[in-house]
T-cell receptor
Framework: KAGVTQTPRYLIKTRGQQVTLSCSPISGHRSVSWYQQTPGQGLQFLFEYFSETQRNKGNFPGRFSGRQFSNSRSEMNVSTLELGDSALYLC????????????FGQGTRLTVV | ELKVEQNPLFLSMQEGKNYTIYCNYSTTSDRLYWYRQDPGKSLESLFVLLSNGAVKQEGRLMASLDTKARLSTLHITAAVHDLSATYFCAEQGAQKLVFGQGTRLTINP
């Protein structure tokens, strides 16, 4: 059974650019959540999607957005990149919101220069 | 606001010793998770604790949950070098997982 797949694994972008990250959940899982991990702030919740609908959003500026497709794959987009957006972005896959267990992908390491 | 606090944040111990990581959380949630993260890697699920008094064990790791005290513990027995990693606890909030700061565990030969 394939796990959670995030692409790309590594990304280097320049300030002001935008970036799109992708997450393919485990087959049959319909809920995808995104988290940002930085040394200073730790792991922080970005969004949760279920059945193509954003259910919840964390305390991040509007530059951070996302969506989910009918096959449950999810993308997140960050526009007008800032140096502080450099982080490991993790997505978590679960059967449904508040399911007993969530499985994390390998993450995308974004570096903004 | 949900808050999860772990202690200690850094732990250096010798192989063969026992130690406990503590996780205090702020709500009456009955669901608590423990994850392991190796440097540069993702989060690996270790335990899901679903009710008061739950105790789970896997190898040298044992986790427990006391919902009345809002406390979970991760106990390491006879530590080995391979257990060196950062360990996170996370509380299931209404809308999201809320993570502790992580405990960086280093086990020395």
């Amino acid at each position: 059974k394939a796990g959670v797949t995030q692409t790309p694994r590594y990304l280097i972008k320049t300030r002001g650019q935008q970036v799109t990250l992708s997450c393919s959940p485990i087959s049959g899982h319909r809920s995808v959540s995104w988290y940002q991990q930085t040394p200073g702030q730790g792991l922080q919740f970005l969004f949760e999607y279920f059945s193509e609908t954003q259910r919840n959003k964390g305390n991040f500026p509007g530059r951070f957005s996302g969506r989910q497709f009918s096959n449950s794959r999810s993308e997140m987009n960050v526009s007008t990149l800032e140096l502080g957006d450099s982080a490991l972005y993790l997505c978590a896959s679960s059967l449904a919101p508040r399911a007993a267990e969530a499985f994390f992908g390998q993450g995308t390491r974004l570096t903004v220069v | 606001e949900l808050k999860v606090e772990q202690n200690p944040l850094f732990l250096s111990m010798q192989e063969g010793k026992n130690y406990t990581i503590y996780c205090n959380y702020s709500t009456t949630s009955d669901r608590l998770y423990w994850y392991r993260q190796d440097p540069g890697k993702s989060l690996e699920s270790l335990f899901v604790l679903l009710s008061n008094g739950a105790v789970k064990q896997e190898g040298r790791l044992m986790a427990s949950l006391d919902t009345k005290a809002r406390l979970s513990t991760l106990h390491i027995t006879a530590a080995v070098h391979d257990l060196s990693a950062t360990y996170f606890c996370a509380e299931q909030g209404a809308q999201k997982l809320v993570f502790g700061q992580g405990t960086r565990l280093t086990i020395n030969p």
